[in-house]
């Protein structure tokens, strides 16, 4: 006697969408840390040489995790098809390659498996 029962597989991103949120708003971050800090650290700390060098040090810092985060965002892979996400698109909807929706929970399909 076989039972046959209908599984269904769903296929998950979420860990990699977890990962895209986690770069996206970690450049997010970066851009605004990058326009406002330096500003800020410059009138609390006055006009002194120092504090230029601090805010000069603090702009190249930042600009530089600015870029290479910005740079994580656009290499990120689809979760379905390997190819950058994002491609030249600032803010996509889709894949560019496969038109994977952004932030798809993955595709269902009805797997049969024989239990004996």
Known sequence: MTNT???QKQ???SV?????RTRRLLAIL??????????????VLGNGRSSQEVVGILLVTLLILTVVQGWRVAIWPCPKCGKAFRGTAPFPKSCRHCGLPIWSVGST????????
Do not use: C, H, M
Request: aromatic share 16%; no cysteine.
């Open 5 to 7: 029962v209908n599984l």
């Open 11 to 13: 296929d998950s991103y």
């Open 16 to 20: 990699r969408w977890k990962e895209y």
């Open 30 to 43: 970066f851009a605004i840390a990058f326009l406002v800090a330096p500003p800020l650290i410059g009138k």
């Open 109 to 116: 399909e009805a797997v049969d498996q024989t239990i004996p």
